[in-house]
């Protein structure tokens, strides 16, 4: 049954807006695919038609209206070697397949996954981001390359003065799409010595249209393509996911992330249809999109769209918008997704969390790779946690007559079982051993096979020097799993117990 309410409000709530930035966002497409293109070593059109496919079937199949996704760098060179070896025709398999593994990970509910990652793991990815953003607009103000000049530089300078300056004016009209015009206008009027659009490469002429692969259906075939499809689709969930959580915040809603995971999938499916390349969330899309006023799936849609009528109706006057408008875009976005509070936190928050930002920034830089970033974030964060829980444990032992008891108060796991074993006897080495010894777990909590095996052995230990040993106040959840895998004692009266239902 449909929802109506969330269909007016994720389509018509807010059609003005979301048209104009969608329009902002479409003009932002064409140099971002081009270049994607250009990094997969395939045509242009390619890069394109993958942005115009994606943004509007996700616009449906999505689970966080107001993203955008389309043709990105972070799946563009997973499949290098690909198109290299084997060519574009097996990119468009590979990408089917992508949509494939991504639609079985929903299926999974593999989105859960993103609640082992952190806030400072996520702060690291989207400051990470904003450096590469703004990395990847220096080729442009680059004084050696090509059409750059004082003109260049002026522009830049003029296009960032109207997008932070117009909005104190009026917000009727986003401020980027004004300097893109305006700046266009006079780049035509003045034949201004600057690159355009069409110094990036080739805008395509006419419309996609659709065709299968041209591969052989063997296994061959999928013994090639298998690999890459398993890496981009890993790397573009997680981009799509952690943007979207990224715009969760931006605009204080919430997202369907593992419609997000589906949805990614049947966008990718159709682009590779449609003659396009694999595709994820663009963060700084995401960001044009919010902060020009993009809130619904309209604006997402409008993007898509836009980019299929700019380049099939006015592709000459497209290939003219000077580049240095579409680089001050970029330069906001990398200056407005940076999180500049993240510099004075590195000496407030704990340097455990400053830590995992800070290599998260480091290793998505050096390697341009969000996701080797994001996983060596996640991996130290899990380490910093191991650490703390296993130091919050201790073990009391009291003498009372002829017993001594030892109380454990803690988390009793893998990571924490060798400090267990030691601070529990043997009994015998101490300088007033007892004959009986009670070893009395009811603060403690037993969570694997480690620890029950550490209690095994600390119990046939006392036992083999003589001493007798009562187990007790073990939980329910840690009764369990001394049931199932104890070895020298179970639960029940011989340890203490009684036993539990």
């Known amino acids: 049954m449909l929802d109506r309410a969330a269909i007016h409000r994720d389509w018509f709530s807010n059609i003005r807006a979301d048209v104009l930035a969608g329009l902002v966002v479409a003009l932002a497409l064409i140099p971002e695919a081009i270049g994607f293109s250009i990094i997969a ?3 242009p059109r390619v890069g394109l038609y993958a942005s115009v496919a994606i943004a509007m079937v996700i616009a449906f199949t999505g689970g966080r209206p107001g993203m955008i996704s389309a043709a990105t760098a972070a799946v563009a060179v997973v499949v290098v070697p690909l198109v290299r070896d084997h060519g574009v025709e097996y990119l468009f398999a590979a990408t089917i397949l992508m949509g494939v593994f991504q639609g079985i990970a929903a299926l999974l ?3 859960l996954l993103m609640q082992f990652v952190s806030r400072s793991v996520i702060t690291g990815f989207v400051n990470a981001l904003a450096i590469l953003i703004f990395m990847a607009q220096l080729p442009q103000l680059d004084p050696s390359n090509a059409g750059i000049g004082w003109v260049t530089y002026a522009m830049v300078a003029a296009a960032l003065a109207m997008i932070y ?11 980027p ?40 259906l063997n296994w061959e075939t999928l ?9 981009m689709a890993a790397v573009g969930l997680l981009e799509s996911l952690l943007t979207a959580q990224i715009v969760d915040d931006m605009t204080h809603t919430g997202s369907n992330k593992r419609r997000e995971s589906g949805g990614q999938g049947i966008a990718n499916i159709v682009a590779a249809f449609f003659g396009g390349m694999g595709g994820c969330a663009m963060i700084g899309q995401s960001v044009i999109n919010v902060t020009s006023g993009g809130r619904g799936r309209l604006s997402t849609f409008t993007a898509g769209l836009s980019l299929l009528i700019l380049l099939a109706l006015l592709g000459d006057l497209v290939g003219q918008v000077p580049m240095p408008a579409l680089v001050a875009i970029m330069i906001m976005v990398s200056i407005g997704t940076f999180s500049w509070n993240s510099i004075p936190n590195i000496g407030k928050h704990p340097w455990q969390s400053s830590v995992v930002m800070l290599t998260t920034v480091a290793v ?23 650490h703390k829980v296993m130091t919050m444990f201790e073990v009391v032992r009291e003498r009372d007559g002829e017993t001594a008891t030892y109380r454990a108060k803690g988390q009793i796991f893998y990571a924490s079982v060798e400090r267990f074993e030691a601070a529990l006897g043997p009994e015998s080495i101490m300088p007033d051993p007892a004959d009986h010894v009670i070893i009395d777990v009811s603060k403690a909590h ?52 009684a036993p539990h239902p």
């Open 41 to 43: 070593g395939v045509d």
């Open 109 to 111: 509910r593999l989105d």
């Open 165 to 175: 300056l117009i909005p104190k004016v009026t917000t009727a009209v986003p401020s």
């Open 177 to 216: 799409l004004i300097a893109i015009i305006v700046l266009t206008a006079l780049t035509i009027y003045l034949d201004a010595p600057v690159n355009t659009v069409t110094d990036m490469g080739e805008l395509p002429e006419g419309l996609p249209y659709f065709a299968l692969p041209d591969v052989p």
């Open 223 to 231: 013994a090639i393509i298998a690999p890459y499809s398993a890496t």
């Open 364 to 386: 998505v830089v050096a390697t341009h790779n969000l996701a080797l970033g994001v996983l060596a974030g996640v991996i130290l964060s899990g380490v910093f946690f191991t």
């Open 446 to 497: 037993f969570w694997d096979i480690s620890a029950v095996g550490a209690l095994d052995k600390v119990v046939e230990r006392m036992r083999r020097n003589g001493r007798s040993v009562q187990v007790v106040g073990l939980n329910r959840a840690s009764s369990d799993l001394v049931d199932k895998f104890a070895l020298t004692d179970k639960t029940g009266v011989e340890i203490g117990l």
